[in-house]
């Protein structure tokens, strides 16, 4: 198993590792706009951060106070290893911490089966978020 862990992060202290992480993953690779990526949802809600043996940012998420889980990004290298498991199991024990009985994303459509072995279900039609299909997805808790 590879060596890395999940801890929970602030934009305050971490902006620097979790952009490490989302710009190489949405910027480059899916194009989405930077003033896209980047709002003023990142100051207030709670992030989590993906962190090799030695410390590197490999992997990242997002939850909010209503229970919106986003922004789940894992380094290309660092793909198929338990990074993304590891992250959304980390926001469900959050969303748990705060109190909330449900929680839900917006998934894209590549990334419909990963979310669904995690009991996530469908629901709504699917649509287009920054030029990418996504589909809403919940979870109670």
């Known amino acids: 198993m590879p060596d890395f862990s999940v801890r929970a992060a602030t934009w305050r202290h971490d902006a620097a590792a979790l ?24 100051l207030t809600c709670t992030h989590l951060l993906a962190v090799d043996g030695d410390g590197n940012p490999i992997g990242t998420g997002r939850i909010d106070s209503r229970g919106k889980i986003g922004r789940m990004a894992v380094l290309r290298s660092w793909r198929k290893q338990g990074v993304g498991r590891a992250i959304l199991r980390k926001a469900l024990e959050t969303a748990r911490e705060q109190g909330l009985k449900r929680v839900y994303l917006h998934a894209q459509v590549s990334a419909l089966g990963f979310y669904a072995r995690e009991g996530f279900t469908g629901y709504g039609e699917r649509f287009f978020e920054a030029s ?10």
């Open 19 to 42: 952009r490490a992480v989302r710009e190489p993953v949405f910027i480059i690779e899916q194009s989405v706009d930077r003033n896209e990526e980047f709002d003023e949802v990142d």
């Open 132 to 141: 990418i299909e996504h589909q809403a997805m919940e979870r109670l808790l």
